[in-house]
Protein backbone atom coordinates (compact mmCIF):
# COMPACT_ATOMS: atom_id res chain seq x y z
CA UNK A 1 0.00 0.00 0.00
CA UNK A 2 3.08 2.25 1.09
CA UNK A 3 5.30 1.25 -2.12
CA UNK A 4 1.63 2.09 -4.32
CA UNK A 5 1.57 5.77 -2.90
CA UNK A 6 5.32 6.35 -3.53
CA UNK A 7 4.47 5.24 -6.56
CA UNK A 8 1.62 7.73 -7.45
CA UNK A 9 3.47 10.43 -5.71
CA UNK A 10 6.76 9.68 -7.81
CA UNK A 11 4.87 10.17 -10.82
CA UNK A 12 3.02 12.97 -9.66
CA UNK A 13 6.12 14.86 -9.33
CA UNK A 14 7.51 13.95 -12.46
CA UNK A 15 4.42 15.02 -14.36
CA UNK A 16 4.78 18.01 -12.43
CA UNK A 17 8.96 18.22 -13.09
CA UNK A 18 7.99 17.72 -16.98
CA UNK A 19 5.13 20.47 -17.60
CA UNK A 20 7.41 22.97 -15.57
CA UNK A 21 10.17 22.00 -18.01
CA UNK A 22 7.67 21.84 -20.88
CA UNK A 23 6.62 25.56 -19.53
CA UNK A 24 9.77 27.12 -18.85
CA UNK A 25 11.09 25.82 -22.30
CA UNK A 26 8.77 28.56 -24.16
CA UNK A 27 10.95 31.61 -24.79
CA UNK A 28 8.16 34.00 -24.70
CA UNK A 29 6.61 34.90 -21.22
CA UNK A 30 3.27 32.57 -20.27
CA UNK A 31 1.23 33.36 -17.07
CA UNK A 32 -1.83 32.01 -15.89
CA UNK A 33 -3.98 34.95 -13.62
CA UNK A 34 -7.19 33.91 -12.04
CA UNK A 35 -10.07 36.51 -13.16
CA UNK A 36 -9.04 38.48 -9.96
CA UNK A 37 -5.43 39.04 -11.90
CA UNK A 38 -3.72 36.96 -9.20
CA UNK A 39 -0.76 34.73 -10.82
CA UNK A 40 -0.87 31.18 -10.72
CA UNK A 41 1.73 30.20 -12.90
CA UNK A 42 4.28 31.60 -14.34
CA UNK A 43 7.80 30.38 -16.83
CA UNK A 44 10.10 33.04 -15.97
CA UNK A 45 12.00 33.62 -13.09
CA UNK A 46 9.86 36.83 -11.26
CA UNK A 47 8.98 36.73 -7.69
CA UNK A 48 4.87 37.58 -7.77
CA UNK A 49 4.53 36.34 -4.85
CA UNK A 50 1.12 38.41 -3.06
CA UNK A 51 1.15 40.95 -6.67
CA UNK A 52 -1.48 41.05 -9.16
CA UNK A 53 -0.23 40.18 -12.67
CA UNK A 54 -0.34 44.31 -13.30
CA UNK A 55 1.97 44.90 -10.41
CA UNK A 56 4.64 41.95 -11.28
CA UNK A 57 4.77 41.95 -14.99
CA UNK A 58 3.71 45.92 -15.83
CA UNK A 59 4.80 47.70 -12.35
CA UNK A 60 1.39 49.39 -12.41
CA UNK A 61 -1.17 49.97 -9.98
CA UNK A 62 -4.20 48.95 -11.63
CA UNK A 63 -4.81 46.83 -14.54
CA UNK A 64 -3.00 47.46 -17.81
CA UNK A 65 -4.93 49.61 -20.14
CA UNK A 66 -4.72 46.82 -22.96
CA UNK A 67 -5.73 44.04 -20.40
CA UNK A 68 -8.83 41.61 -22.46
CA UNK A 69 -8.95 39.64 -18.67
CA UNK A 70 -12.08 41.09 -18.85
CA UNK A 71 -13.09 40.64 -22.65
CA UNK A 72 -12.20 37.11 -22.63
CA UNK A 73 -14.16 36.29 -19.32
CA UNK A 74 -17.05 37.56 -21.15
CA UNK A 75 -16.47 35.91 -24.77
CA UNK A 76 -14.75 33.14 -23.61
CA UNK A 77 -12.80 33.12 -26.95
CA UNK A 78 -9.28 34.35 -27.14
CA UNK A 79 -8.44 37.49 -27.54
CA UNK A 80 -5.17 39.50 -29.03
CA UNK A 81 -3.52 42.84 -28.50
CA UNK A 82 -0.31 44.84 -28.57
CA UNK A 83 1.85 47.22 -26.65
CA UNK A 84 4.81 49.28 -26.76
CA UNK A 85 7.02 49.74 -23.51
CA UNK A 86 10.36 51.55 -23.73
CA UNK A 87 10.67 51.28 -27.27
CA UNK A 88 9.65 47.25 -27.78
CA UNK A 89 6.37 46.76 -29.13
CA UNK A 90 4.79 43.26 -27.32
CA UNK A 91 1.99 41.35 -28.44
CA UNK A 92 -0.08 39.42 -25.75
CA UNK A 93 -2.64 37.28 -26.23
CA UNK A 94 -5.50 36.09 -23.92
CA UNK A 95 -6.86 32.17 -24.04
CA UNK A 96 -9.58 31.51 -21.57
CA UNK A 97 -9.54 28.50 -19.21
CA UNK A 98 -12.80 26.99 -18.72
CA UNK A 99 -14.15 25.60 -15.62
CA UNK A 100 -16.69 22.37 -15.62
CA UNK A 101 -19.76 24.62 -15.32
CA UNK A 102 -18.17 26.42 -18.75
CA UNK A 103 -17.07 29.93 -16.79
CA UNK A 104 -13.86 30.97 -17.25
CA UNK A 105 -11.87 30.85 -13.62
CA UNK A 106 -8.52 31.53 -15.10
CA UNK A 107 -6.96 33.02 -18.27
CA UNK A 108 -3.53 32.16 -19.94
CA UNK A 109 -1.50 35.01 -21.03
CA UNK A 110 1.50 34.81 -23.86
CA UNK A 111 3.30 37.97 -24.40
CA UNK A 112 5.99 37.67 -27.16
CA UNK A 113 8.60 40.46 -28.21
CA UNK A 114 7.37 41.27 -31.80
CA UNK A 115 9.21 44.30 -32.39
CA UNK A 116 11.35 42.62 -35.11
CA UNK A 117 8.61 40.73 -36.82
CA UNK A 118 6.96 44.51 -36.76
CA UNK A 119 10.08 46.51 -38.38
CA UNK A 120 10.20 43.83 -40.99
CA UNK A 121 6.43 44.13 -41.75
CA UNK A 122 7.03 48.13 -42.06
CA UNK A 123 9.36 47.70 -44.20
CA UNK A 124 8.01 45.52 -46.68
CA UNK A 125 5.03 47.45 -46.19
CA UNK A 126 7.25 50.53 -47.42
CA UNK A 127 8.77 48.64 -50.58
CA UNK A 128 4.99 47.26 -51.60
CA UNK A 129 4.02 50.74 -51.82
CA UNK A 130 7.07 51.99 -53.29
CA UNK A 131 7.32 49.35 -56.06
CA UNK A 132 3.67 50.50 -56.66
CA UNK A 133 4.44 54.00 -56.79
CA UNK A 134 7.16 53.21 -58.74
CA UNK A 135 4.92 52.18 -62.07
CA UNK A 136 2.58 55.27 -61.58
CA UNK A 137 5.53 57.85 -61.29
CA UNK A 138 7.27 56.44 -64.20
CA UNK A 139 3.59 57.11 -66.08
CA UNK A 140 3.34 60.50 -64.83
CA UNK A 141 6.98 61.47 -65.91
CA UNK A 142 6.61 60.19 -69.17
CA UNK A 143 3.25 62.34 -69.69
CA UNK A 144 4.76 65.47 -68.17
CA UNK A 145 8.12 65.29 -70.09
CA UNK A 146 6.54 65.09 -73.33
CA UNK A 147 4.50 68.26 -73.93
CA UNK A 148 8.12 70.24 -71.20
CA UNK A 149 10.01 68.91 -73.61
CA UNK A 150 8.33 71.25 -76.72
CA UNK A 151 7.46 73.74 -73.84
CA UNK A 152 11.05 73.96 -73.31
CA UNK A 153 12.15 74.09 -77.13
CA UNK A 154 9.07 76.83 -77.97
CA UNK A 155 10.59 78.88 -75.11
CA UNK A 156 14.07 79.16 -76.82
CA UNK A 157 12.24 79.94 -80.43
CA UNK A 158 9.90 82.96 -78.46
CA UNK A 159 12.96 83.93 -76.89
CA UNK A 160 15.33 84.25 -80.07
CA UNK A 161 12.45 85.48 -82.18
CA UNK A 162 11.88 88.24 -79.50
CA UNK A 163 15.36 89.52 -80.00
CA UNK A 164 15.17 89.56 -83.40
CA UNK A 165 12.05 91.37 -83.39
CA UNK A 166 11.87 93.69 -80.50
CA UNK A 167 14.15 96.31 -82.51
CA UNK A 168 11.37 96.75 -85.36
CA UNK A 169 9.06 97.24 -82.38
CA UNK A 170 11.00 99.62 -80.77
CA UNK A 171 11.46 101.80 -84.54
CA UNK A 172 7.37 101.60 -84.62
CA UNK A 173 7.05 102.76 -81.30
CA UNK A 174 9.19 105.46 -81.75
CA UNK A 175 7.01 106.30 -84.58
CA UNK A 176 3.79 105.50 -82.54
CA UNK A 177 3.90 106.66 -79.71
CA UNK A 178 0.51 105.15 -78.43
CA UNK A 179 1.46 101.52 -79.76
CA UNK A 180 0.13 98.84 -77.60
CA UNK A 181 0.53 94.62 -77.09
CA UNK A 182 -1.52 92.85 -75.81
CA UNK A 183 -3.77 95.91 -74.84
CA UNK A 184 -0.66 96.93 -72.81
CA UNK A 185 1.70 99.86 -73.56
CA UNK A 186 4.79 99.29 -75.22
CA UNK A 187 6.56 100.71 -72.84
CA UNK A 188 5.65 98.30 -70.04
CA UNK A 189 5.66 94.99 -72.70
CA UNK A 190 9.17 95.99 -73.52
CA UNK A 191 9.99 96.02 -70.09
CA UNK A 192 8.24 92.56 -69.02
CA UNK A 193 8.51 90.38 -71.81
CA UNK A 194 11.61 88.87 -72.20
CA UNK A 195 11.73 88.60 -67.99
CA UNK A 196 8.47 86.46 -68.44
CA UNK A 197 10.20 84.15 -71.63
CA UNK A 198 13.27 84.07 -69.09
CA UNK A 199 10.92 83.11 -65.91
CA UNK A 200 8.57 80.47 -67.99
CA UNK A 201 12.10 78.86 -68.97
CA UNK A 202 13.44 78.11 -65.09
CA UNK A 203 10.01 76.73 -64.85
CA UNK A 204 10.09 74.58 -67.60
CA UNK A 205 13.61 73.53 -66.15
CA UNK A 206 12.62 73.13 -62.74
CA UNK A 207 9.56 70.86 -63.99
CA UNK A 208 12.56 68.99 -65.98
CA UNK A 209 14.32 68.52 -62.86
CA UNK A 210 11.63 66.99 -61.08
CA UNK A 211 10.90 64.97 -63.55
CA UNK A 212 14.61 63.08 -64.26
CA UNK A 213 14.14 62.66 -59.84
CA UNK A 214 10.57 61.27 -60.74
CA UNK A 215 12.30 58.95 -63.13
CA UNK A 216 15.62 57.99 -60.58
CA UNK A 217 12.81 57.16 -57.95
CA UNK A 218 11.17 55.00 -60.38
CA UNK A 219 14.92 53.59 -61.44
CA UNK A 220 13.73 54.00 -65.19
CA UNK A 221 17.67 55.53 -65.14
CA UNK A 222 19.56 52.50 -66.06
CA UNK A 223 22.98 52.64 -64.23
CA UNK A 224 24.27 49.32 -64.23
CA UNK A 225 25.53 48.43 -60.20
CA UNK A 226 28.53 47.21 -61.92
CA UNK A 227 31.09 48.86 -60.53
CA UNK A 228 34.02 48.29 -58.06
CA UNK A 229 33.21 50.33 -55.21
CA UNK A 230 34.87 51.74 -52.33
CA UNK A 231 32.30 53.11 -49.61
CA UNK A 232 35.41 55.19 -47.98
CA UNK A 233 35.82 56.94 -51.36
CA UNK A 234 32.51 57.73 -52.14
CA UNK A 235 32.07 59.16 -48.86
CA UNK A 236 34.97 61.31 -49.39
CA UNK A 237 34.05 62.34 -53.11
CA UNK A 238 30.41 63.12 -51.82
CA UNK A 239 31.77 65.57 -49.43
CA UNK A 240 34.06 67.05 -52.22
CA UNK A 241 30.50 67.54 -53.99
CA UNK A 242 28.27 69.01 -51.24
CA UNK A 243 31.72 71.12 -49.54
CA UNK A 244 30.33 74.40 -50.71
CA UNK A 245 26.56 73.99 -49.37
CA UNK A 246 27.55 73.19 -46.25
CA UNK A 247 31.08 74.40 -45.60
CA UNK A 248 30.09 77.22 -43.52
CA UNK A 249 27.40 75.39 -40.76
CA UNK A 250 28.40 71.41 -40.05
CA UNK A 251 31.61 70.44 -39.36
CA UNK A 252 32.19 66.82 -40.76
CA UNK A 253 33.61 64.34 -38.12
CA UNK A 254 35.06 60.92 -40.47
CA UNK A 255 35.44 57.37 -38.55
CA UNK A 256 35.60 55.13 -41.25
CA UNK A 257 37.23 51.56 -41.08
CA UNK A 258 40.19 51.39 -43.77
CA UNK A 259 39.95 47.65 -43.80
CA UNK A 260 36.45 47.81 -46.07
CA UNK A 261 35.89 45.27 -48.54
CA UNK A 262 35.16 46.39 -52.18
CA UNK A 263 30.70 46.58 -53.17
CA UNK A 264 29.72 45.81 -56.26
CA UNK A 265 27.97 48.65 -57.42
CA UNK A 266 27.24 52.08 -59.20
CA UNK A 267 29.35 55.11 -57.96
CA UNK A 268 26.99 58.01 -59.04
CA UNK A 269 23.92 56.68 -56.93
CA UNK A 270 25.93 55.70 -53.99
CA UNK A 271 27.33 59.45 -54.39
CA UNK A 272 23.41 60.14 -55.07
CA UNK A 273 22.57 58.36 -51.30
CA UNK A 274 25.39 60.57 -49.56
CA UNK A 275 24.35 63.67 -51.05
CA UNK A 276 20.70 63.84 -49.86
CA UNK A 277 21.15 62.35 -46.60
CA UNK A 278 24.06 64.70 -46.21
CA UNK A 279 22.11 68.21 -47.37
CA UNK A 280 18.93 67.27 -45.44
CA UNK A 281 20.98 66.98 -42.19
CA UNK A 282 22.59 70.31 -43.13
CA UNK A 283 19.47 71.72 -44.10
CA UNK A 284 18.01 70.52 -40.38
CA UNK A 285 20.61 72.09 -38.49
CA UNK A 286 20.27 75.46 -40.60
CA UNK A 287 16.12 75.23 -39.75
CA UNK A 288 17.09 74.94 -35.65
CA UNK A 289 16.19 78.15 -34.26
CA UNK A 290 19.37 79.40 -32.39
CA UNK A 291 21.48 76.85 -33.67
CA UNK A 292 24.12 78.00 -37.10
CA UNK A 293 26.47 75.09 -36.74
CA UNK A 294 25.73 71.71 -36.65
CA UNK A 295 27.90 68.27 -36.84
CA UNK A 296 27.87 65.19 -39.08
CA UNK A 297 29.37 62.29 -37.91
CA UNK A 298 29.72 59.89 -40.71
CA UNK A 299 30.96 55.72 -39.73
CA UNK A 300 31.80 52.94 -42.36
CA UNK A 301 32.38 49.23 -40.65
CA UNK A 302 32.54 45.77 -41.16
CA UNK A 303 30.54 43.63 -39.10
CA UNK A 304 30.81 39.68 -38.73
CA UNK A 305 28.72 38.42 -41.16
CA UNK A 306 30.67 40.91 -43.59
CA UNK A 307 28.25 43.18 -44.31
CA UNK A 308 28.98 47.18 -44.80
CA UNK A 309 27.36 49.47 -42.76
CA UNK A 310 27.76 53.51 -43.16
CA UNK A 311 25.97 55.56 -40.38
CA UNK A 312 25.31 59.27 -40.91
CA UNK A 313 24.44 60.51 -37.78
CA UNK A 314 23.63 64.93 -37.20
CA UNK A 315 22.74 66.48 -34.09
CA UNK A 316 20.02 68.39 -36.14
CA UNK A 317 16.66 68.89 -34.41
CA UNK A 318 15.44 65.14 -35.12
CA UNK A 319 11.76 64.46 -36.22
CA UNK A 320 9.06 63.90 -34.51
CA UNK A 321 7.56 59.95 -34.73
CA UNK A 322 5.01 60.88 -37.56
CA UNK A 323 8.02 62.27 -39.42
CA UNK A 324 10.03 59.92 -39.46
CA UNK A 325 7.49 57.12 -40.12
CA UNK A 326 7.26 58.89 -43.11
CA UNK A 327 10.27 60.28 -44.86
CA UNK A 328 11.35 57.31 -47.48
CA UNK A 329 7.57 58.28 -48.66
CA UNK A 330 7.63 59.78 -51.78
CA UNK A 331 6.84 63.83 -52.23
CA UNK A 332 6.54 63.98 -48.59
CA UNK A 333 8.43 67.07 -47.47
CA UNK A 334 8.03 69.42 -44.85
CA UNK A 335 9.92 72.09 -46.96
CA UNK A 336 7.53 72.38 -49.44
CA UNK A 337 7.51 76.60 -49.01
CA UNK A 338 12.00 75.77 -49.28
CA UNK A 339 11.00 74.46 -52.87
CA UNK A 340 11.01 71.00 -51.60
CA UNK A 341 10.03 67.95 -53.77
CA UNK A 342 9.94 65.21 -50.94
CA UNK A 343 11.88 62.94 -53.17
CA UNK A 344 15.20 62.61 -52.25
CA UNK A 345 14.50 60.31 -49.46
CA UNK A 346 12.61 57.97 -51.84
CA UNK A 347 15.16 58.26 -54.14
CA UNK A 348 17.88 57.13 -51.70
CA UNK A 349 15.78 54.04 -50.80
CA UNK A 350 15.35 53.23 -54.06
CA UNK A 351 18.89 53.05 -54.80
CA UNK A 352 20.27 50.96 -51.27
CA UNK A 353 17.42 48.35 -52.24
CA UNK A 354 18.36 47.97 -55.32
CA UNK A 355 22.26 47.70 -54.04
CA UNK A 356 20.59 44.55 -52.05
CA UNK A 357 21.00 46.75 -49.29
CA UNK A 358 18.79 48.46 -46.39
CA UNK A 359 18.29 51.97 -44.90
CA UNK A 360 16.84 53.44 -41.81
CA UNK A 361 16.59 55.63 -39.35
CA UNK A 362 16.76 56.08 -35.40
CA UNK A 363 15.59 60.08 -34.33
CA UNK A 364 14.11 61.44 -31.69
CA UNK A 365 12.95 65.35 -31.67
CA UNK A 366 15.58 67.05 -29.99
CA UNK A 367 18.19 64.49 -30.15
CA UNK A 368 19.39 64.78 -33.94
CA UNK A 369 19.32 62.21 -36.79
CA UNK A 370 20.81 58.85 -37.24
CA UNK A 371 20.32 57.44 -40.91
CA UNK A 372 21.88 53.71 -40.56
CA UNK A 373 22.51 52.07 -44.13
CA UNK A 374 23.62 48.30 -44.64
CA UNK A 375 25.11 47.22 -47.99
CA UNK A 376 26.02 43.75 -48.87
CA UNK A 377 29.42 42.65 -50.77
CA UNK A 378 27.76 41.26 -53.60
CA UNK A 379 24.50 42.48 -55.08
CA UNK A 380 21.54 39.97 -56.37
CA UNK A 381 21.53 39.50 -60.62
CA UNK A 382 19.77 42.75 -61.80
CA UNK A 383 16.73 41.12 -63.50
N1 LIG B 1 18.51 64.73 -40.92
C1 LIG B 1 17.21 65.13 -40.85
N2 LIG B 1 16.77 65.80 -39.76
C2 LIG B 1 15.48 66.18 -39.66
N3 LIG B 1 14.53 65.95 -40.60
C3 LIG B 1 14.91 65.29 -41.71
C4 LIG B 1 16.27 64.82 -41.89
N4 LIG B 1 16.34 64.17 -43.08
C5 LIG B 1 15.10 64.22 -43.62
N5 LIG B 1 14.24 64.88 -42.81
C6 LIG B 1 12.79 65.09 -43.05
O1 LIG B 1 12.38 64.23 -44.09
C7 LIG B 1 11.70 64.95 -45.10
C8 LIG B 1 11.88 64.24 -46.44
O2 LIG B 1 13.22 64.32 -46.88
P1 LIG B 1 13.53 64.24 -48.45
O3 LIG B 1 14.99 64.36 -48.63
O4 LIG B 1 12.86 63.03 -49.01
O5 LIG B 1 12.76 65.49 -49.05
P2 LIG B 1 13.14 67.05 -48.89
O6 LIG B 1 14.53 67.20 -48.36
O7 LIG B 1 12.04 67.68 -48.10
O8 LIG B 1 13.04 67.54 -50.38
P3 LIG B 1 14.09 67.19 -51.57
O9 LIG B 1 15.14 66.28 -51.01
O10 LIG B 1 13.26 66.51 -52.61
O11 LIG B 1 14.61 68.52 -51.97
C9 LIG B 1 12.28 66.34 -45.02
O12 LIG B 1 11.37 67.32 -45.54
C10 LIG B 1 12.48 66.51 -43.51
O13 LIG B 1 11.29 66.88 -42.86
MG1 LIG C 1 16.13 66.15 -49.21
Known amino acids: MEKKKNEIQNQFEMNQARLQALFDAITDLVFMADSDFNPQLVNKQLDFAGKK ?8 SEPCSICLVDEVKLTHKPAKTERKINNKIYQATFYPILNEGGAVNDVIEIVRDVTKEKEIEQQLIQSDRLISLGGLVSGIAHEIN ?12 IKESLEDILPVLDQHWSENPDFKVARLPYRYFREKILLLVSD ?10 IVSDLRKFARKDEGLLDEDLDLNRVVESSLRLVHNQIKRSIEVQLKLDQKLPLIKGNVQKIEQVLVNIILNAAQAIKEQKGKKTGQIIIRTFLDQKNQIHLRIKDNGPGMTEDVKNRVFDPFFTTKRSRQGTGLGLSITYGFVEEHGGKISVVSHPGKGSEFKIMLPMRVPKMT
Open 53 to 60: CYEAFCGL
Open 200 to 209: MQKGADKIMN
Open 146 to 157: NPNTFIRGNLSI
